[in-house]
């Protein structure tokens, strides 16, 4: 009898030995398999995230590249009327990203394309001409505004440069953020994320 139990003692720890390897083993594959998952989204998640930085950087340098553009063209710079228009609406044409393309100068005259510049309006009086002047020779971006042409919210991209009269200029683009959020939401993340276009300060 003694031999008997003994013997079913020792089936007993087998089994509880064999149950427990199981167990550890089958709670180490479920932490493996976790992990892996967790590393395929953080680096699919990674990617887009870098597909989209991507993007945003390409949008806004053909927009700084079209004002500068602007800010160098001999027309432009000579205060030719006939002549800068013909040059924004080149420009803006070429670039189907821009809202809108406009100089606005020292003695408060504003070349638009396209559209018509509203009766008294006077374009030193804006922020995206003041943050230019501040920042006198380099291409500077907004923060979001409604703009005074459209009513919509928008980022402008500028820069102050001189005329070959001396006067102070500023060459700006406009960009409607519905477009760029549009495209930076789209984005699917699995099967419920998402991408979402955010400033600095949150908004």
């Known amino acids: 009898m003694k ?48 597909e989209k930085v991507s993007y945003i950087d390409s949008f806004i340098y053909s927009m700084k590249t079209s004002v500068e553009s602007v800010s160098k063209n001999p027309n432009v710079l000579k205060k030719d009327p006939n002549g800068i228009m013909e040059v924004i609406k080149s420009i803006k044409d070429a670039n189907v990203d821009i809202l809108s393309l406009y100089i606005g100068t020292s003695d408060k005259q504003t070349f638009l394309y396209p559209g018509k510049v509203p009766e008294g309006y006077d374009p030193t009086s804006r922020g995206w001409y003041k943050n230019a002047v501040a920042s006198f020779g380099s291409v500077v971006i907004t923060n979001p505004y409604e703009d005074a042409f459209t009513g919509k919210f928008i ?28 495209y930076i939401t789209k984005t699917q993340v699995g099967q419920t994320g998402y991408a979402a276009l955010i400033l600095e300060d949150g908004t």
């Open 155 to 182: 980022i402008t991209v500028s820069k102050a440069f001189r005329l070959s009269n001396g006067q102070v200029a500023v060459a700006a683009a406009d960009v409607d953020l519905e477009k760029l959020c549009d």
């Open 3 to 50: 031999k008997i139990a003994l013997k079913q003692k020792f089936i007993v720890i087998f089994i509880l030995i064999s149950l427990i390897s199981s167990i550890l083993t089958a709670s180490l594959f479920l932490y493996r398999s976790k992990k892996l998952v967790e590393d395929k989204i953080n680096s699919f998640t990674k990617q887009i995230s870098l």
